[in-house]
């Protein structure tokens, strides 16, 4: 069995997860990018132990996309160059203005970071092996001048509806909540809660399970990731619809 690299990388392309870690580690879970920025940098490190490729681009959520195919208000610039082990490396993304965004809201993207293994030695050439190619995937969130409010009052603002079976989250600011665990009544989500992002001026409907449906205005406790990646818990009485 030769390398197989183009057939891992279609599935990690895809989504499909591994039992392997990443190399090269962001700085950060989020990226945020005020408008009045000429550009804002990212940080990242190569934590192994060998030197690794690094291909970044910016889609609008399409994650199956190919970069050539993308076209986006941002550029990276040196958006593929090599990081040796233990290394830094500061890339830096500008915002182009080369499509109009909303002005009264945040507008989401997402930035991917691709990691290359070094091409094997001429003697692993004739020996089975294998190579993962490894995508990271991080949202960068524009924030426009003048929108209203700020970003970490958000989730104190969110509206919590309840009925039995169901949860709404309805988030009436101009930045997007996301959402990393919920409880209804001391009961996790269908016990494994994936993060939610509920999107500026949105509601978002989500199914329970294993909660009573005798509760009346239960408490809900949540927590929300904010602009440094931490997770406050907070929690709500939530009303009836």
Not at 15 to 40: H, L, M, N, Q
Not at 58 to 86: A, N
Not at 153 to 181: C, M, Q, R, W
Request: charged fraction near 25%; aromatic fraction near 10%.
């Amino acid at each position: 069995m030769k390398s197989i690299n183009s057939f891992l990388f279609l599935l990690f392309f895809l989504g499909f997860g591994s039992c392997a870690s990443a190399s090269v580690v962001i700085d950060g879970t989020r990226v945020i990018y005020p408008e009045a920025k000429s550009e804002v940098t990212v940080r990242m490190t190569n934590q192994g132990d060998e030197p690794k490729l690094v291909q970044i681009w910016i889609d609008d959520g399409d994650r199956q996309t190919s970069p050539e195919k993308i076209s986006v208000p941002f550029v990276v610039l040196t958006p593929i160059f090599r990081m040796d082990p233990s290394k830094g490396q500061a890339v830096r993304i500008q915002y182009t203005r080369s499509k109009p965004l909303p002005k009264d809201k945040e507008s989401v993207f997402w930035l991917n970071v691709l990691e290359i293994p070094a091409k094997p030695s001429a003697e692993m050439e004739k020996e089975n092996y294998l190579q993962f190619r490894f995508r990271t995937r991080i949202k960068l969130f524009f924030r426009p001048n003048g929108i209203e409010g700020v970003a970490v009052d958000a989730p104190d603002k969110l509206k919590i509806k309840y009925k039995p079976g169901y949860v709404e989250l309805e988030n009436p600011t101009a930045f997007h909540v996301s959402v990393s665990s919920l409880e209804v009544g001391e009961n996790a989500v269908g016990g494994k809660f994936e993060s939610e992002m509920i999107e500026p001026y949105s509601k978002k409907l989500i199914a329970l399970k294993d909660v009573s449906k005798s509760l009346v205005s239960p408490v809900v406790k949540f927590k929300t990731i904010n602009d440094f990646g931490g997770a406050p818990e907070k929690e709500k009485t939530a009303t009836t619809f």
